[in-house]
């Protein structure tokens, strides 16, 4: 079945330093998903890219697909404690519905 | 609007009990997934709801069931419960259930079997 695939499973930053999470597919998506959860958090929604190569920033945060839309990658450019959380990617696992294939998560720590 | 509801958030249980768990959708959402976390299998897909109808069904025994009312809210059961259920459940409710729409997730409610 399809896999998704997140690295690396834990990021240590010093305040002010950049992050990157990477995103692999094992089949190409149609869309992916990006997910926030803070400690003791349930996963929050940041943002959805559907066409390939694209690229979408939310303030520090820049989101990227792929060109075969099999990749994407999360960069957060000096990062703040307030980022701090696991960043989860996830696409659509195929078939009607909105099920979910979630990969593993990269668990940001921030010290100050 | 309010979020998504997950009741209760916490739940001690025996092995062998059986659970259920509630989940209310945001107001207007018709779909409502559920998610199994844990800390070494993550976030796994259990099943999805659409119109009381059972959508989609991920990779769990039969032991895991569901099932959604006609407003939407749905519950999910866990019988013959064991150890490895220990967990946070996770709702995640959607307008159209589409592939491409955003999931607004609950609380959650963390199940411990001891």
């Known amino acids: 079945g399809q896999q998704v695939m997140q690295i690396p499973q834990y990021q240590h930053v010093q305040e002010g330093e950049d992050f990157t999470t990477y995103c692999n597919s094992s089949t190409t998506l149609s869309n992916i998903q990006w997910y926030k959860q803070r400690p003791g958090g349930h996963p929050v929604f940041l943002i959805q890219?559907?066409?390939?190569?694209e690229v979408k920033k939310q303030k520090r945060l820049t989101f990227q697909f792929g060109e075969a839309k099999k990749n994407s990658s999360l960069h957060i450019t000096a990062t703040q404690t307030t980022d701090v959380g696991t960043y989860f990617c996830a696409g659509p696992a195929g078939g009607a519905g909105n099920m979910l294939t979630f990969g593993g998560g990269t668990r940001l720590m921030v010290k100050p | 609007k309010a979020g998504v509801t997950q009741t209760p958030r916490y739940l001690i249980k025996t092995r062998g009990q059986q659970v259920t768990l509630s989940c209310s959708p945001i107001?207007?959402?018709?779909?409502v997934s559920w998610y199994q976390q844990t800390p070494g299998q993550g976030l796994q897909f259990l099943f999805e709801?659409?119109?009381?109808?059972?959508?989609n069904k991920g990779n769990f025994p039969g032991r895991f069931s569901g099932r959604q009312f006609s407003n939407s809210r749905s519950e999910m059961n866990v019988s013959t419960l064991e150890l490895g259920d220990s967990a946070l459940y996770l709702c995640a409710s959607s307008l159209t259930g589409g592939s491409n729409t955003e999931a607004f997730f609950g609380q959650g409610t963390r199940l411990t079997v001891v």
């Open positions: 709801y659409f119109s009381e109808t059972q959508r």
């Open positions: 890219l559907v066409k390939s190569g």
């Open positions: 107001s207007g959402h018709r779909s």
